[in-house]
């Protein structure tokens, strides 16, 4: 029989107890904005406050993001617009995709700032390059509807079918109903314009 010394069967146990403290940990651990997006999640608004603002403030986009959701719906706070535009504004400014989305919302329904849908197709873009499914959806609206931009049935095709790559299924119904409005040329182009699309997003 083989003996083991007992400083070897000592390590051996502190390994084993090390693992073990390790995966006991909580999953969500990683740090004050992971954190405040649990608490967010979970509708822990005081607790989200408390973590995400220091951060916010710091200039994480995450943080600067669920501020700004936040203050829109008066989450944890009192409801104020212009606090909400004034965070999703330095989110997007760092290429923070649903930032860029609500700004895009904002602009539109004028909700803190004066409509212009110009405007807000301008962040629904942004947005919708940057995967933002809702964005591509929206931006998909604003072409089919010419909405601060010019009427293009192909555009709006290609932004609903890029929404769907995207799994933003309401994308589904709104293609499905202009399909059949659609010439053969502008089906044609709204399937070459989508391709694109994906060629740029890197998606193919």
């Known amino acids: 029989m083989i003996s083991v010394a007992p400083s ?5 146990i502190l390994l084993v107890f090390a693992a073990a403290l390790a995966l006991a940990q909580p999953l969500h651990a990683q740090g004050p904005v992971e954190d405040g997006r649990v608490a967010y999640d979970g ?15 710091q200039s994480h986009p995450e943080a600067q993001y669920l501020m700004g959701m936040m203050y829109r719906f008066g989450w944890g706070v009192d409801k104020d617009m212009s606090v909400a535009l004034r965070w999703f504004e330095a989110a997007a400014a760092q ?7 609500e700004l895009g919302k904002m602009h539109k329904d004028g909700r803190g700032v004066p409509a212009d849908a110009a405007e807000a197709v301008k962040w629904f873009e942004r947005a919708a390059y940057g995967g933002e499914g809702v964005a591509q959806l929206n931006l998909g609206r604003m072409y089919l509807r010419g909405n601060g931009v010019e009427k293009d049935a192909a555009a709006a095709y290609a932004w609903f079918s890029i929404a769907i790559d995207h799994e933003y299924m309401d994308a589904m119904g709104h293609r499905n109903r202009l399909r059949p409005k659609m010439s053969a040329d502008e089906l044609a182009n709204g399937k070459a314009l989508a391709d694109q699309i994906r060629d740029k997003m890197g998606k193919r």
Do not use: I, T
């Open 8 to 12: 070897l069967r000592l390590g051996r």
């Open 43 to 57: 509708g822990d608004y005081a607790r989200a406050l408390e973590l995400l603002q220091p951060q916010a403030e």
């Open 95 to 101: 290429d923070h995709a649903a930032a860029q989305s």
